[in-house]
């Protein structure tokens, strides 16, 4: 079954690297994604990777896919206080045209 | 280009009443996902439409329902109203070949009472 799993809070200290990380279940998934929601806001799109590649670098972000695992993470350089956010990552498949989300990782950024 | 925008953004209705959320895609979008996310069950899909069509429906009553208008706008409708249905409704665009990146609008806000 598709079941998506986060740790619920993260706390780092401001200039460290952030990993949050997210396990699944169902390896026929397409794409992998990693979105960001600020309160009171919607959800953005921060990056995703397809279901064939290992890891993703956008300046800050770098994803990592480990297939076999099944565990999927999301590194943030040089973290800052505006990165202060819940972190979700989804999966999506082809077949069904929906994505199926983890609960959700509140990254909380200490001075 | 604009973002993906939500009507209205706050809404309060009274137990029994029906409710009809609005979402207008990206331009060029033309799938369009709606989902309701709420503290304690989090984020769940309630369905997606695609050129008119529904591809698919999450596990929601039938007092959920949805459209889509030939220029991609949509809504969802929820008759009916419970007190449960209090949640933040999001709708999300995506061109729709392969699904890929899916862009989210700031949600519309249902209160019951």
Known sequence: GEDVEQSLFLSVREGD???INCTYT?????????????????LQLLTYIFSNMDM????????????????????????QTGD?????CAESFDSNYQLIWGAGTKLIIKP | KAGVTQTPRYLIKTRGQQVTLSCSPISGHR?????QQTPGQG??????????????????????SGRQFS????????STLELG???????????????????????TRLTVT
């Open chain 1, 26 to 42: 169902d390896s026929s998934s397409t794409y992998l994604y990693w979105y960001k929601q600020e309160p009171g806001a919607g």
């Open chain 1, 84 to 88: 202060s956010a819940i972190y979700f």
């Open chain 2, 43 to 64: 984020l769940q899909f309630l369905f997606e439409y695609f050129s008119e069509t529904q591809r698919n429906k999450g596990n929601f009553p039938g007092r959920f």
């Open chain 2, 31 to 35: 799938s369009v996902s709606w989902y």
């Open chain 1, 17 to 19: 690297s952030s990993v």
């Open chain 1, 56 to 79: 993703k670098q956008d300046q800050r972000l770098t994803v990592l896919l480990n297939k076999k695992d099944k565990h999927l993470s999301l590194r943030i350089a040089d973290t």
């Open chain 2, 85 to 107: 249905d209090s949640a933040l409704y999001l709708c999300a665009s995506s061109l729709g070949q392969g699904f890929g990146e899916q862009y989210f609008g700031p949600g």
């Open chain 2, 71 to 78: 220029n991609s706008r949509s809504e969802m409708n929820v």
